[in-house]
């Protein structure tokens, strides 16, 4: 049994996974923190072999710090906050004072669904064929950050992809959305649109799981894309 705990629990993300976890075969579901709750992460970790962290672009750098220093392995689905920061703190050396620190990993994705993850795949191959692009990236009003981590992972593929600058990014906020994205392709007389829509929170699930399963297996302390699982 893996042993999960969830941090921001009682959140849209967060219940969403604490069910997952609940129904999974081989995972247990042991903590949940949040404020909300009135439970610390600190009062989960001792015994937890990895954490689910959807919270906030304000905490989530700290929280993953947080289990690191416990020796707990980290999933990471929040978006919005200073990637650069944690992976910068990851690659430090070990703090020669705490000799028997254990390693764990850490595992973000702005995105765990896997048409997402396909789209941004497809993204990146088109972008090598046309001429320019720009992204449209869609969601519920209750999203803190904006543009996406979606759109920014996305346009960062598609850069690396095609050598070009990062495309721009439009972002809309509006009641009745949940997370949606359209990559918009542009050339001599034609355009190509590739479309991903979420309509429900259960589309994360799966590539939640997986990531739970497969974090404390990857070789290097920070990967970022659940593409690195699934290719
Ligand atoms: N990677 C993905 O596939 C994916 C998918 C959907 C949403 N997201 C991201 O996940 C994050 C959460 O989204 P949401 O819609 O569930 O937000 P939400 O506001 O509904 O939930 C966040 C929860 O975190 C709690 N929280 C705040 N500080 C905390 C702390 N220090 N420790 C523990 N819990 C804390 C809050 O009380 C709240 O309940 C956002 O950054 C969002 O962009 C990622």
């Known amino acids: 049994m893996i042993r ?18 609940s129904g999974a075969e081989g995972i247990e579901l042991v903590g949940r923190a ?28 700290e929280n993953a710090l947080q289990c690191v220093r416990a020796g707990v392995h980290v999933v990471i689905g929040t978006t919005g906050f200073d990637q650069a920061s944690l992976e910068r703190a990851l690659n430090e050396p ?8 254990a390693r764990a990993n850490v595992l973000l994705a702005p995105n765990f669904a896997i048409g997402a993850v396909l789209m941004m795949r497809f993204a990146a191959e088109a972008a ?32 690396e992809a095609s050598g070009a600058p990062p495309p721009p990014i439009h972002s809309v906020r509006l009641p009745g959305l949940v997370a949606h994205q359209e990559v918009i392709l542009g050339d001599l007389a034609q355009t190509l649109t590739i479309r991903h829509d979420t309509i429900g929170r259960e589309s994360f699930m799966p590539g939640v799981l997986l990531a739970i399963r497969r974090v404390s297996t990857l070789a290097a302390p920070f990967t970022v894309g659940l593409e690195s699982l699934l290719f």
């Open 4 to 21: 999960v705990a969830v941090a921001g629990a009682a959140g849209r993300m967060g219940q969403t996974v604490c069910e997952a976890v």
């Open 34 to 61: 949040d404020p909300l709750l009135g439970v610390a992460l600190a009062d989960v970790l001792a015994g937890a072999e990895v954490v689910v962290d959807f919270t906030r672009p304000d905490t989530a750098l």
């Open 94 to 101: 070990t703090d020669p004072s705490r000799p028997g620190m």
């Open 128 to 159: 090598q064929h046309m001429q320019a692009a720009e992204i449209i990236e869609l969601h519920h009003e209750g999203k803190l950050d904006a543009p996406s981590g979606t759109a920014l992972r996305t346009a960062e593929l598609m850069a």
